[in-house]
């Protein structure tokens, strides 16, 4: 008994050995996936993007925008200048939240009664904004605390406990903060990816693996439209599975589609485009299924869940992560439906994502091409 287990560990030892790509592959995703986890994934809400409109322009008001940038967890994403400018603002993702603090601020402080501030919220990600509400509203606190401290520093426990600033956030685009709002757009790309690229990836090899691709390679049929009739069908499968998960989140949690559909068709066929073709470039590689499904794992799935902003912002994660995500499909899909599905803003907010699908859906197809040209000689 003991001999037939060492004959077939020395088999399959052998067998690893022999084919380079799948060694490279059971050694390289949990490699991956330790460092994703462990420098990408985060919970925490940092570097959020704040944009100030101070109309009382005085020390006091001053101080309040100095706190919120000292802690690091706000960046300074501008003055929007006017309540149309606060919305676009928000509409294009440059700030994550407003803060508007009105005339009279440093007035109602000096007289000891709350002074209102207003706290405009991007809802769209319904997690992150109830983290930046509840960091707003305990640095608005601690801000009124400390100046109760400093002023009248004989106050009672009860008066100094109490906030001297009167927070009325306002959240848009997702007023509930429910997940399933920011979750959908995510689920629409995952099923896209899973049946553009492993799918399409899978399909090809095997031709390869059953020798029929031998076949194709001394018909008369081309490269171009061997990747066309190879992959309408996925595209096809994939358009209807899409288009079931936006009708089943309308019929069930209420999520429907703010913006244009025809703006929604057209930047998921793009996605799709961009699939395909990483689908049909993975094929091209992969000598066998199961490399093919690794390297599309590697490249689709995971990037899906922790690269592409699906489940934790791409502000959290170290530059370099930030870089390597936007070498993946879904992170520029899933900003589009965000504004599309959620949000309901134009294309002034997503075309440069869109614009990115574009050049990736050429790269990935003419590389797929060329690839398979030159298997052909």
């Known amino acids: 008994m003991n001999h037939r287990i060492s004959a077939i560990a020395r088999k399959e030892f052998r ?3 022999r084919d380079p790509a799948s060694l490279g592959a059971l050694l390289g995703l949990p490699l991956f996936l330790l460092v994703m986890f462990g420098y990408a994934v985060s919970l925490d809400v940092k570097n959020v993007p704040l944009a100030v409109r101070d109309l009382d322009r005085s020390p006091e008001s001053r101080a309040l925008t100095a706190a919120f940038f000292a802690t690091g967890d706000f960046v300074p994403a501008g003055d929007p200048g006017s309540p149309r400018g606060e919305g676009r603002f928000l509409d294009s993702g440059a700030a994550a939240a407003v803060l508007e603090i009105p005339p009279g601020f ?40 400390d100046r109760a401290a400093v002023e009248a520093a004989s106050l009672p426990v009860s008066a100094m406990a109490s906030p001297a600033i009167d927070i009325r956030p306002r959240v848009l685009f997702n007023q509930d903060l429910r997940s399933v709002v920011f979750l959908v757009p995510g689920l629409v790309a995952l099923i896209l990816i899973i049946t553009a690229v492993v799918s399409v990836s899978l399909s090809v090899v095997r031709e390869s693996e059953t020798g029929s691709m031998e076949q194709i390679m001394v018909s008369p049929v081309g490269a171009a439209e061997f990747i066309v009739g190879k992959t309408l069908p996925y595209a096809g499968v994939g358009a209807v599975s899409a288009t079931t998960v936006l009708v089943t989140a309308a019929l069930l949690f209420g999520v429907t589609v703010k913006g244009s559909i025809l703006a929604l068709v057209a ?60 070498a993946f499909p879904t992170t520029y899909y899933i900003q589009i439906l965000q504004s599309i599905l959620v949000k309901g803003t134009g294309i002034v907010t997503f075309w440069r994502p869109s614009l990115a699908l574009v050049i990736y859906a050429a790269v990935t197809i003419a590389l797929s091409a060329a690839r398979f040209v030159r298997s052909r000689r």
Not at 110 to 127: N, W
Not at 292 to 310: D, W
């Open 15 to 17: 067998h690893i050995i």
């Open 106 to 145: 440093a007035r109602d402080l000096e007289r000891r009664t709350r002074a209102p501030v207003q706290i405009l919220v991007d809802g769209s990600d319904g997690t992150r904004a109830q983290t930046v509400i509840g960091y707003i509203e305990g640095l608005c606190l601690r801000f009124g605390q």
């Open 267 to 326: 930047t998921t066929g793009l996605f799709i485009l961009a699939c395909l073709g990483l689908g049909i470039l993975i094929s091209t590689i992969a000598e066998t299924q199961q490399v093919a499904f690794l390297i599309a794992t590697m490249t689709t799935l995971v990037p899906t869940f922790t690269l592409s902003g699906f489940v934790f912002p791409l502000r959290n994660m170290p530059f370099v992560i930030q870089v390597l995500a936007h």
